[in-house]
C-alpha cells in the first residue's frame, strides 16, 4: 500500500518533468503518429514515456547499441497504448531486449497431431507472460514507426501481449473493469475469432492479420495493430470489434491515423 503510494507519487514527478528536447526531436522525426495527437494527447503520452524510460531497462542483443533513439521510438509506441486509462506501465516487464533486424530463434513447431518440426526461425519480436522480458528487432520498430497504416507494427503488438498479462493469463483479455464488459468482450472476441480461422482455413482475404488465427492471444494483438494502423477499415469491416477495442483503450484512433480513406 505504501510502496504503491510512493510509486505513484514517484511517477507524478516523472510526468510533470520537462521533456528532454533531444528526445521530442527524436520523436517528431521517427514517430509519424506523434503530431496528429491532440495536444492534450501529446502531453500525457511525453509524461508516459517518462516513466517508460525511467523504469524499464534496455539491453542490445547481437552487438546492437541501444540509443536515445532506440528508447525513445520504442517507449512512444509502447505508450500510445496507455493513454486515457488508469495504468500500471506494463507491470510484469522489466526488460526490452533490442537486436539490430531479425534474429533467429530455435523453434518446435506442431505441423499435424504427433507431428514436430523442429528448425530456425526468423522473428521481429516476441513477448512471454513470465519473461519479464519482450524482445524487438529494431529494423522492424524502425518499419512500424515510419508506416503507421500498413496494418503492422511490431511494438504494438507485443505491448498488447502485455496489456493482455495484465489479468493473470495470456487468454486474449486484457483486464477489463466490469463483469459486463468482459462478457460483451469474449463474446465479440470468439465471433470475430472464429471468422479469422475460418477465413484462414478457406483462404479469403482478410484485413486483420491471419496470424491472428493462431490462437485468442495473437488475434488479440493484430486486432491491436489494426485498430491503430487501419482503424478506418477496421470500423467498417468489423464495427463490434472496433467498438470493444475503443471501448477498453477509451480511444479512437480514426481521429489521428494516417489510414488512406479509399484503402
Ligand atoms: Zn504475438
Known amino acids: 500500500m505504501i510502496l504503491a503510494l510512493l510509486r505513484q507519487r514517484r511517477r507524478r514527478r516523472l510526468r510533470a518533468r520537462p521533456f528532454p528536447k533531444e ?64 495504468t500500471d506501465y506494463f507491470p510484469g516487464l522489466l526488460t526490452i531486449l533490442v537486436y539490430p533486424l531479425t534474429y533467429m530463434v530455435e523453434e518446435k513447431r506442431q505441423v499435424g497431431e504427433h507431428v514436430w518440426e523442429e528448425g530456425t526461425v526468423s522473428r521481429l519480436g516476441e513477448t512471454g507472460r513470465r519473461m519479464g522480458s519482450l524482445v524487438l528487432a529494431w529494423g522492424a520498430v524502425k518499419h512500424g514507426a515510419a508506416d503507421p497504416s500498413d496494418g503492422k507494427n511490431v511494438v504494438l503488438h507485443e505491448f498488447a501481449h502485455q ?60 486486432s491491436v495493430e489494426a485498430f491503430f494502423e487501419r482503424p478506418f477499415a477496421l470500423r467498417a469491416r468489423h464495427p463490434k470489434l472496433y467498438a470493444e477495442l475503443r471501448n477498453y483503450f477509451q480511444q479512437d484512433p480514426v481521429g489521428f491515423s494516417a489510414e488512406r480513406r479509399d484503402q
Open 163 to 222: 496489456l493482455d498479462f495484465e489479468n493473470h493469463a495470456a487468454d486474449g483479455v486484457p483486464g477489463l473493469a466490469t463483469r459486463e464488459e468482459q462478457l460483451a468482450w469474449s463474446e465479440v472476441m470468439r465471433t470475430e475469432f472464429a471468422s479469422l480461422r475460418t477465413a484462414y482455413e478457406t483462404g479469403i482475404p482478410t484485413l486483420l492479420d491471419t496470424y491472428g488465427a493462431s490462437n485468442p492471444a495473437e488475434f488479440f494483438a493484430v
Open 23 to 86: 528526445w521530442l526531436t527524436l520523436i517528431q522525426r521517427h514517430v509519424v503518429f506523434f503530431p496528429k495527437l491532440s495536444a492534450s494527447d501529446r502531453t500525457e503520452l511525453l509524461g508516459h514515456i517518462q516513466v517508460f524510460l525511467a523504469e524499464k531497462r534496455f539491453e542490445g542483443c547481437g552487438g546492437f547499441a541501444i540509443t536515445d533513439e532506440v528508447r525513445v521510438t520504442i517507449a512512444a509506441q509502447a505508450c500510445l497504448l496507455l493513454l486515457h486509462r488508469r
